[in-house]
């Protein structure tokens, strides 16, 4: 049943994504709902169609016709959009309300089929977006002066086709439910990209900033987050070895391998609960003790460090390269907040960051090279914790 699922929900999503394969994320959001759109109509045009037949098809004869042939419009949504973003929406937008307003001069005002014109007029803020809202009004004007003249033109009685009353109930009962159904999903359908687009918005932010910070300049856009922390650890690493091997590989292959190497940096740093500050080139930063406050921020940080240098041995002899690692590690107060704009960034200043710096770059290849405080704060650790047994 599962997989049943899962196969019906790709499909689906398949359908969905047809033709907007070629525009970008925000238009393309747009044009799946028209297909979905389209779709109801779709199943919407054909319900209409097989009532009609079991009710008779030589006196419906024209309503069936003309019903299959929206059906077959709506179904086409894909094709229109190769001719632009808006192509398909004006499409759907001509064929629902002409064959509306043909449904109502053929049934009646009492059939209802013409109060989905004020469900169409409502779908075209989701189809063609706040961007287009000379169109828009265009359309919501025309539903209402559709729908306006169906009810006083075409009063009960006056259709071109005598209909029994128990049969013109269950039209307006199909109607009104299509109606509602239609709006209900389109509606569920565009809260869900939206949550998703949130989801994946964020997704991004905190991939860029701390999360608590994230979280901050959310709530508080425009204000500047800064903090001075009296006590953290700072991280410099440099791969050693990796330019000269750089003017020998390709652009992709040394993404790729840099990807490798960062991305293990990555899971670790995540697993020693410390924050990533960023990338330089091929060197590495990351700071213990910020923004959320940690009394074990050293010692994170050496655990970090120890797992990086063994990461990068298993990067070189997997791919039988000559890489190593240069770590520096210093302890002592830093300045962090949010720098820029139109591209932000976390950052730490300070000359506890200078001093990690400095140790990174004037130490030895392979080894972790420490500041007198950062030795000092361990070593008093390690006696705590075996004071504790």
Do not use: C
């Amino acid at each position: 049943m599962g997989q049943l699922l899962k196969r019906i929900q790709t499909a689906v999503g398949r359908l969905t994504q047809a033709g907007t394969a070629d525009y970008p994320p925000t238009t393309k959001r747009r044009l799946i709902i028209t297909n979905m759109i389209g779709y109801l109509s779709t199943i919407s045009s054909l319900s209409y169609a097989i009532t009609y037949a079991a009710h008779g098809f030589g006196v419906l004869k024209w309503p069936i016709l003309v019903n299959l042939f929206s059906a077959a419009t709506t179904a086409s949504m894909p094709f229109w959009h190769r001719f632009g973003s808006a192509a398909g929406g004006m499409v759907l937008a001509v064929v629902i309300f002409i064959t509306l307003f043909y449904f109502t001069y053929f049934f009646g005002r009492e059939s209802g089929i013409h109060l989905q014109y004020f469900g169409a007029a409502a779908a075209a803020f989701l189809i063609f977006g706040l961007t287009r809202l000379s169109l828009i009004l265009v359309i919501v004007v025309s539903g209402l002066v559709l729908h306006v003249a169906a009810q006083f033109l075409f009063v009960s009685g006056q259709a071109t086709t005598a209909i029994d009353p128990p049969f013109l109930t269950q039209i307006y009962v199909i109607a009104s439910t299509s109606l509602t159904a239609i709006v209900a999903i389109v509606v569920w359908y565009f809260y869900q990209m939206a949550a998703d687009a949130e989801r994946r918005s964020e997704q991004l932010l905190h991939n860029v900033l701390p999360v608590a910070v994230a979280e901050q300049l959310k709530d508080q856009p425009g204000e500047m987050i800064a903090q001075r922390y009296d006590e953290v650890t700072v991280l410099f690493a440099d791969l050693e070895g990796f330019t000269p091997l750089s003017r020998t590989m390709e652009a992709s292959e040394i993404v790729e391998l840099l990807n490798a190497i960062f991305v293990r940096f990555d899971e670790a740093t995540a697993a020693a609960g410390v924050e990533k500050i960023k990338t330089i080139g091929d060197a590495y930063m990351a700071v213990g003790g910020l923004p959320e406050v940690v009394g074990d921020h050293a010692h994170r940080i050496a655990s970090l460090a120890l797992e990086m240098r063994s990461a990068i041995a298993e990067v070189a002899h997997v791919r039988d390269l000559h890489l190593n690692i240069r770590v520096g590690i210093a302890t002592g107060p830093v300045a962090a907040g949010v720098i820029g704009q139109a591209k932000f960034a976390y950052d730490v200043w300070g000359d506890t960051v200078n001093l990690a710096a400095r140790l990174e770059s004037a130490g030895e290849v392979g080894r972790i090279h420490v500041s007198n405080e950062t030795r000092t704060v361990l070593e008093t650790s390690l006696h705590s914790r075996n004071g504790r047994k």
